[in-house]
């Protein structure tokens, strides 16, 4: 079956393959256009399976809300360099993920690679966007809400940080403050929404730190252990006032708290912070021996 230069653009842009590699696929289906494009898919997965072993430690936080169905979705998935990380292509993959997330709200990553996306599972997706990136991809982690509230999400830096909120008995009107509270999550990194959400373990070693710390000091000396424990529990204060949203300084108005600034606009009930390859170790090579790696793979 014979096929025209416009059936290798017509493949290229459904694959997103190169142009030589959806000739060559048109050539061994003999022309046949879903057949190259399984052709493609089975060769783009062998791609992928040999960068299966490389480090992600780069890529991008994205978000997704659908306002009329009530669910958002904070996700990150990881590529190899910044320089991928930064283009369309790989935005594009984000966000395509970010709503397979929210239509079908799966319980996990493996879940997710489960699910369906243009004919494929995501699985294969990110396998044929694997290929045609030429970096390894993988999707880290995600969060669902599910709200009857107003939820509100942002993305700082391209994808470095992305942040969810959901906040209930919403004011009309009181969007930008809903929007700075996202802000303030993003800068601050707070870890618990108020103080009784701090749990007891955390605040028990937390007094044991201060007191320790106020026993090594010598002005303390000859203070007994009971008036110590008054002290540090009068300065816990200052371990929620930068570890409970609620409590933290406004980054827009240090005159406020952040619970003073949204008084009875809204309530929020509970956010998320992704930050972008927290607690990935990332590869680190001489550039020396990395081009030499590449002078002897050439050689090969």
Known sequence: MAFTAKDV????????????????????????????????RERGIAKAVKKEGRIAAEGVVGAYVCEKCGVGVLLEINCES???????????????????????????????????????????????????????????????????????????????????????????????????VALQIAASKPSYLVAADVPQEVLNKEKEIMLVQMQGDPKNANKPKEILEKIVAGKLGKYYSENCLMEQVFVKDDSQKVSQVIGNKFKVTRFVRFEMGAGIEKKSENLQDEVQKQIDAMKK
Do not use: Q, W
Not at 13 to 25: E, F, V, W
Not at 131 to 148: D, Q
């Open 82 to 180: 910044d320089f991928v990380s930064r283009g369309e292509k790989f935005h594009g993959i984000v966000d395509e993920v970010a709503k397979v997330v929210a239509e079908n709200k799966p319980a996990d990553v493996e879940a997710l690679n489960a699910c369906k996306l243009g004919g494929a599972t995501v699985k294969e997706y990110i396998a044929n966007m694997t290929a045609v990136i030429g970096e390894k991809i993988s999707i880290r982690r995600f969060e669902i809400y599910e709200t009857k509230g107003k939820i509100e999400t942002y993305i700082h830096m391209g994808g470095k940080v992305g942040v969810m909120v959901d906040a209930a008995d919403f004011n009309k009107g009181a969007e930008e403050t809903l929007h700075d």
């Open 9 to 40: 653009m017509e493949l290229r842009d459904k694959s997103g393959a190169g142009m030589l590699d959806c000739k060559k696929a048109l050539v061994d289906a003999d022309g046949n256009m879903e057949k190259a494009a399984e052709l493609l």
